[in-house]
């Protein structure tokens, strides 16, 4: 596709950005373990939807982001939401012919493995004493998911991001 082509390349980084924010949101203590992972679910619907123009740099950007953001070792999330960037694209064709439930199921599993990955690298350092709770992320983005493709479609298509 020649680049002349594209448009909505504002309409993704400012995905991007609004995923961030929503991450940043202060929530309450009993609240925090619930917080759906806004930024990896936003770069799993563009890898599935735009995989020629969302790959593994916009993962590392994203991660970076996250990282200065969150306070984390940086480049943990980078690394993390680039291989999950790399994997939504391969497996992209297949995920985009699922019935809704089942990109959840997949997008349950992405992001497992992102939460697998993170504590790993935690443990690397000595810093994993985490609990079942840590857990929870996968799941509120696994029920929100057919809401965030929906809003995330309906943005693409109104905005003719292609």
């Not at 994997?87 to 992405?110: E, G, T």
């Not at 990955?117 to 994993?128: N, P």
């Amino acid at each position: 596709m020649n680049v002349s082509q594209h448009h909505g390349g504002g309409v993704i980084v400012m995905s991007f950005v609004f995923a961030l924010v929503a991450h940043m949101i202060i929530l309450p203590d009993w609240a925090q373990n619930l917080r759906p992972d806004w930024v990896t679910l936003v770069l799993i619907y563009w890898c599935i939807a735009l995989p020629d123009r969302v790959g593994v740099g916009a993962g590392w950007l994203a991660g970076l982001m996250l990282d200065v953001a969150g306070g984390a070792l940086l480049g943990q999330n980078a690394l993390i939401l680039a291989i999950v960037a790399y994997l939504a694209i391969r497996l992209h064709r297949r995920i985009r012919i699922f019935p809704i439930w089942q990109q959840s199921a997949s997008v349950l599993l992405l992001i497992l493995l992102h939460l697998m990955l993170a504590l790993w690298i935690k443990g690397t350092f000595s810093q994993s004493a985490e609990t079942w709770s840590y857990w929870l992320p996968a799941l509120t983005s696994m029920l929100l998911w057919p809401v965030i493709f929906t809003g995330m479609r309906w943005l693409r298509r109104t905005y003719r991001v292609r």
